[in-house]
């Protein structure tokens, strides 16, 4: 059974700083997803990473994936109060979800 | 281009009592999702169509929870009786295909509360 683990569940970030969320998963898979959902909203995709190796960036994000070690991360550039969301990451063709990782970013 | 619509949004029922929500996937989008997604989760699939058949419904309660999906387009899922546990946010999605390129789109889910 496909296991997706995130951490951390909660980042309390200053604007200005970066940092990296980390998505870790139990067996092999072909692609994975990174959404952002803001309050009482739906999920808004941002990345689909399909191979190992595999970089994406937009703005300040950019997600990088490891079939090898089964690990993708989710790194912040510089952030700024737009980014206060909650991400999610996803594994395999039916979206196995991580519990999420709740972004607070702070003057 | 219209996004995946669903509804109602919200929608507040007794327990025991039946509760329908409403999916209009994206134009041309073959695979449709049911989720479930409980406050401070992630999302958990419910059931996956192809076109109009249901292909993974492992998920999905079968003694209170039914779905369907007439002509490949629109689907509902239904819940009779609800429970007070059911209480949650009910997302569809849909996707051109299984293909490992393609995006899976989210509507705003339909929030229920059953009291």
């Known amino acids: 059974e496909l296991k997706v683990e995130q951490n951390p569940l909660f980042l309390s970030m200053q604007e200005g700083k970066n940092y990296t969320i980390y998505c870790n998963y139990s067996?092999?898979?072909?692609?994975l997803y990174w959404y952002r959902q803001d309050p009482g909203k739906s999920l808004e995709s941002l990345f689909v990473?399909?191979?190992?190796?595999a970089v994406k960036q937009e703005g300040r994000l950019m997600a990088s994936l490891d079939t090898k070690a089964r690990l993708s991360t989710l790194h912040i550039t510089a952030a700024v109060h737009d980014l206060s969301a909650t991400y999610f990451c996803?594994?395999?063709?039916?979206?196995?979800f991580g519990k999420g990782t709740k972004l607070s970013v702070k003057p | 281009e219209a996004g995946v619509v669903q509804s109602p949004r919200y929608k507040i029922i007794e327990k025991k009592q039946p509760v329908a929500f409403w999916c209009n996937p994206i134009?041309?989008?073959?695979?449709l999702y049911w989720y479930l997604q409980n406050l401070g989760q992630g999302p958990e699939l419910l059931i996956r169509?192809?076109?109009?058949?249901?292909?993974?419904d492992s998920q999905l309660p079968k003694d209170r929870f039914s779905a369907e999906r007439l002509k490949g387009v629109d689907s509902t899922l239904k819940i009779q009786p609800a429970e007070l546990g059911d209480s949650a946010v009910y997302l569809c999605?849909?996707?051109?295909?299984?293909?490992?390129?393609?995006?899976?789109?989210f509507g705003e889910g339909s929030w229920l509360t059953v009291v």
């Open positions: 999605a849909s996707s051109l295909g299984r293909g490992s390129g393609n995006t899976i789109y």
């Open positions: 067996t092999t898979s072909d692609r």
């Open positions: 990473l399909l191979s190992n190796g």
């Open positions: 996803a594994v395999g063709r039916d979206l196995i």
């Open positions: 134009s041309g989008h073959n695979t």
């Open positions: 169509y192809e076109n109009e058949e249901a292909v993974d």
